[in-house]
Every structure is written in structure tokens, then in C-alpha cells.
């Protein structure tokens, strides 16, 4: 992720930067927990998509495997970690745009756009949305991602409702389809993002785009 401006960074707070902590003998509570969350989000952005390991990680930290089991069971409970703040982050997101905008395009609009920027901040999690990241790890795991972007595509039916009793005539068949557009639209700038080694910025071209897709 990067440091300036991913909300990871905020929550562990000015403790830790580009993975590094202050020196301290004994770490506070849950410190160690977010710091190894945060190096395996930074070790997920290798444009090469290599699999991390427990071992890589814990060199990566400067610990032993054995340390990383202190604060996680298991590395997919790591995972679980990860996908707990993507869950927590998007939906709140998505709270303060419904909150502000009270058309429903322009709720569309900003989730949208949100789900792309979210995703130039936190490339690594771009891995974890996409799944590459959870090939060969607890099924569960896919699972759980699933169940996150079928949340997301909700919302957006949500919002689409809302723009349709706002003025748009006769258009409740296709409000499950521009859900599912709008989300194809958003993964497929996740995987161009994802195979460009993290060059090719999502929100590139975003307002041009969201209105082909939401001209119907």
C-alpha cells in the first residue's frame, strides 16, 4: 500500500511507516497484529503476484514463523485480517456517500469511483479482491471475498433503485443488469491494474465511463 494516504497506514498511525517500527523492547497490544498485516498487504503489491509465505513474511518483519502464531492462528486468519479491513473500509465508504448524496446516480457515481480509488491506494488488496492472492489458501477465504463484492454489487442496486423513483421511467428489469455492468466494469479495472504491475491507474477515463454505463 501506499504510505501517504491508505487508510491501513492511518489506522496503525505514525508507529509504523513503509513497514518499519519505532524501536521499542515490547510492542503495545495488537501493535505487532497490525504491523504483520501491513507487511503482508506491502509484500501482496510484488507486480510479479508471487504467493507469500509465513516464512517470507516473518524475514520480511525481522521474526520467527513462531512469533507471527503469537498474534495469528493461522495464516488464513491473516487473510481474514486483511478482508476484515477491506470490508469495514468499503462499506463505510459507501455509508458516507449515501449519507452526502442524496440522488441515486450520484451515490452510483461515488461508489464507484470510491471501489477505483480504494484500489489505487491499496494495490495489495487488489490481490486479496481479485483472488489471486487466496489461490491455494482456505477455500473459506474465497468465500468471504465473494460474499464482500456481493455486498458492494447490493449497494448498487440500492442507489440504482433510488435514481429510478427519482425520474428514470419503466427501468426495474435492468437495475439487476447495470448492478452487474457497473461491478464487471470495476473488476475488470482491477485485473487491468493488476496485470500492468499496478501502472495502470483504475480511475483513469472514470467520469467518461460512468456515463456510457449509466446512459441507459
Known sequence: MNTSSSPLDQELGSELNGGETKTRKRPRPGERRLQILQILAEMLQNPRGERVTTAALAAKIG?????????????????????????????????????????????????VQMLLVFAEKNPGMVRVL??????????????????VLDRVEASLKQSLRIAQSQGKDGQADIVSMQAALLMSFVIGRWHRFARSGFKKLPSDGIESSLRILLAA
Open 130 to 147: 481479485l483472488g489471486d492472492a487466496l489461490l491455494q489458501e482456505d477455500d473459506r477465504l474465497q468465500e468471504r471475498i465473494n460474499q
Open 63 to 111: 521474526v520467527s514463523e513462531a512469533a507471527l502464531y503469537r498474534h495469528f492462528a493461522s495464516k488464513a486468519q491473516m487473510f481474514e485480517g486483511l478482508i476484515a479491513f477491506i470490508e469495514q473500509t468499503v462499506f463505510g465508504l459507501i455509508n458516507q456517500i449515501n449519507q452526502k448524496e442524496e440522488l441515486g446516480t450520484a451515490q452510483v457515481k461515488g461508489i
